[in-house]
Nanobody
Framework: EVQLQASGGGLVQAGGSLRLSCEVF????????IGWFRQVPGKEREGVSC????????YYADFTKGRVEVSSDAAKNMVYLHLNRLTPEDTARYYC??????????????????????????WGQGTLVTVSS
């Protein structure tokens, strides 16, 4: 059974940092890309980042502006999303998801392409990040 469990969210002041974790069960990192999305109530789920171990590709949405870093530890079945210099606009529930392994490279190929939730097969339950001003 494939499961993804996101954790690490919480309340942080503007300018602070958080490390989100995604523990992955039932798949290997060379079979799937792991993406991070975020969502606020009433809005579409928004792609933040993506990582794929099989080709080493990583992707970051433009709005992250160098404040985000994604990493993985295949031995621990963990993917991490480091969020830095957080602003209140980063307040959202953050989700990790598993999808086709070439997705990250695909997003990088064309700046007009962005991640969509339907491209991912498996989802975690999300972890809430709240940034106070």
């Amino acid at each position: 059974e494939v499961q993804l469990q996101a954790s690490g969210g919480g309340l942080v002041q503007a300018g602070g940092s958080l490390r989100l974790s995604c523990e992955v069960f039932g798949i290997t990192f060379d079979e799937y890309a792991i993406g991070w999305f975020r969502q606020v109530p009433g809005k579409e789920r928004e792609g933040v980042s993506c990582i794929n171990d099989s080709d080493g590709a990583t992707y970051y949405a433009d709005f992250t502006k160098g404040r985000v870093e994604v990493s993985s530890d295949a031995a621990k079945n963990m993917v991490y999303l480091h969020l830095n210099r957080l602003t209140p606009e980063d307040t959202a529930r953050y989700y990790c998801a598993a999808g086709y392994p070439r997705l990250c490279a695909y997003y990088n190929r064309d700046s007009s392409v962005r991640p969509f939730a339907y491209e991912y097969d498996y989802w975690g339950q999300g972890t809430l990040v709240t940034v106070s001003s």
